[in-house]
T-cell receptor
Framework: EAQVTQNPRYLITVTGKKLTVTCSQN?????MSWYRQDPGLGLRQIYY???????DKGDVPEGYKVSRKEKRNFPLILESPSPNQTSLYFC?????????????FGPGTRLTVL | KQEVTQIPAALSVPEGENLVLNCSFT??????LQWFRQDPGKGLTSLLL?????REQTSGRLNASLDKSSGRSTLYIAASQPGDSATYLC??????????????FGKGTLLTVNP
């Protein structure tokens, strides 16, 4: 089954404790991206990647890191999480360079930083 | 900076009605526009994608139109059903494609279809 998976689905952590949220897709997609969704602010793009070793900032990259060492994986790293990073995070992927470039979303990771 | 606005923020209709959701964007230099559905606590599901060169796309009871020059898109839902209740989001991909993959989302329209 074609899908985007995220782990963990729920995470409660404390300020300053490094964490990684994994994202994996099995569709051989070139493009992958991370978003956060907050009430009243909607979905905002954090980082995206057009291919292996190619990443770029979205609208809200501060406090986040990403890496794209393999085509299927695109982990989101919070080196020193803070309470304002409490949010619902989504990973997405798409073909990238072909049309139609439909976005496929993961189920989301709900992160709470205390 | 691209801004995407969706009106109305919430809509409640009786079952069977035809309805229109609106999406507007400030920068007409877009590559494509996509409509999504989001159920509570779930991820987004793509409904329709319109390339910048296209005027509309249809899937079943859904029809999406795009007027790039005026910065507007509409999602038309025919014969609405309670199962259509969800939040509907539109998103625009900027630029001419290639390596620019900035996506900007609207805040969504919460649709409730009453039996």
């Amino acid at each position: 089954e074609a899908q985007v998976t995220q782990n963990p689905r729920y995470l409660i952590t404390v300020t300053g404790k490094k964490l990684t949220v994994t994202c994996s897709q099995n569709m051989n997609h070139e493009y992958m991206s991370w978003y956060r969704q907050d009430p009243g602010l909607g979905l905002r793009q954090i980082y995206y990647s057009m291919n292996v070793e190619v990443t770029d900032k979205g609208d809200v990259p501060e406090g986040y890191k990403v890496s794209r060492k393999e085509k299927r994986n695109f982990p989101l790293i919070l080196e020193s999480p803070s309470p304002n990073q409490t949010s619902l995070y989504f990973c997405a992927s798409s073909i990238g360079t072909a049309s139609p470039d439909t976005q496929y979303f993961g189920p989301g990771t709900r992160l709470t930083v205390l | 900076k691209q801004e995407v606005t969706q009106i109305p923020a919430a809509l409640s209709v009786p079952e069977g009605e035809n309805l229109v959701l609106n999406c507007s964007f400030t920068d007409s230099a877009i590559y494509n526009l996509q409509w999504f559905r989001q159920d509570p606590g779930k991820g987004l599901t793509s409904l329709l994608l319109i390339q910048s060169s296209q005027r509309e796309q249809t899937s079943g009871r859904l029809n999406a139109s795009l007027d790039k020059s005026s910065g507007r898109s509409t999602l038309y839902i025919a014969a609405s059903q309670p199962g259509d209740s969800a939040t509907y989001l539109c998103a625009v991909r900027e630029g001419s494609g290639g390596s620019n993959y900035k996506l900007t989302f609207g805040k969504g329209t919460l649709l409730t279809v009453n039996p």
